[in-house]
């Protein structure tokens, strides 16, 4: 079975600080792992998606991730947080490797950005 | 146009009330998926169809009913509404290949008094 494990339900930070969002996954297969983004009142957009393939994945809206087989994790990073970045995020992992079939959420993080 | 919609947005509701919420996808995808959204407890999974003849439930799946009507279509239904299913409501649509990701709509925020 799959899990995602988001630690920190809200986190703050400066506008122009480093945003780190933390995931830790279970999975059972080669994992797919992806962040999306949950602005105010809108559905879940996707930030960026790991398939197996490089280990850094780059996401939109200058956001990125790292996958790290031994620690289990896929951090989301951003150098340098904008207003703009106050949302909510979420972590999930596929019950299939390589591909978006059944996710398993995490319980999300909240991002506020202050001035 | 939105490739993936929802439709009510809005729906307040009193308790034993059957309840259909629609989802509509333009993306010509296989895979449509229901979830459900609580503060706190991120999104769960529903209901989900791989295709017009397969249905299959999700870690919530009771109270709940689906229809996928076409490929593009498909129905969540609350048979008897209870205040605890009030939640933020997703439809979901995914191609199913290699890479893929799932697209979201834009909810459905349901009361039920």
């Known amino acids: 079975a799959q899990s995602v494990t988001q630690l920190g339900s809200h986190v703050s930070v400066s506008e122009g600080a480093l945003v780190l969002l933390r995931c830790n996954y279970s999975?059972?297969?080669?994992?797919?792992l992806c962040w999306y983004v949950q602005y105010p009142n809108q559905g879940l957009q996707l930030l960026l998606k790991?398939?197996?393939?490089?280990?850094l994945v780059k996401g939109i809206n200058g956001f990125e991730a790292e996958f790290k087989k031994s620690e289990t994790s896929f951090h989301l990073t951003k150098p340098s947080a904008h207003m703009s970045d106050a949302a909510e995020y979420f972590c999930?992992?596929?019950?299939?490797?390589?591909?978006?079939?059944?996710?398993?959420f995490g319980t999300g993080t909240r991002l506020q950005v202050t001035l | 146009d939105a490739d993936v919609t929802q439709t009510p947005r809005n729906r307040i509701t009193k308790t034993g009330k059957r309840i259909m919420l629609e989802c509509s996808q333009t993306?010509?995808?296989?895979?449509m998926y229901w979830y459900r959204q609580d503060p706190g407890l991120g999104l769960q999974l529903i209901y989900y169809s791989f295709d017009v003849k397969d249905i299959n439930k999700g870690e919530i799946s009771d109270g709940y009913s689906v229809s996928r009507q076409a490929q593009a279509k498909f129905s969540l239904s609350l048979e008897s509404a209870i205040p605890n299913q009030t939640a933020l409501y997703f439809c979901?649509?995914?191609?199913?290949?290699?890479?893929?990701?799932?697209?979201f709509g834009p909810g459905t925020r349901l009361t039920v008094l």
């Open positions: 993306k010509g995808h296989d895979r």
């Open positions: 790991y398939t197996s393939a490089a280990t």
């Open positions: 999975s059972s297969v080669p994992p797919y």
């Open positions: 999930a992992v596929s019950d299939k490797a390589g591909t978006a079939s059944k996710l398993t």
């Open positions: 979901a649509t995914s191609g199913g290949g290699l890479g893929n990701e799932q697209f």
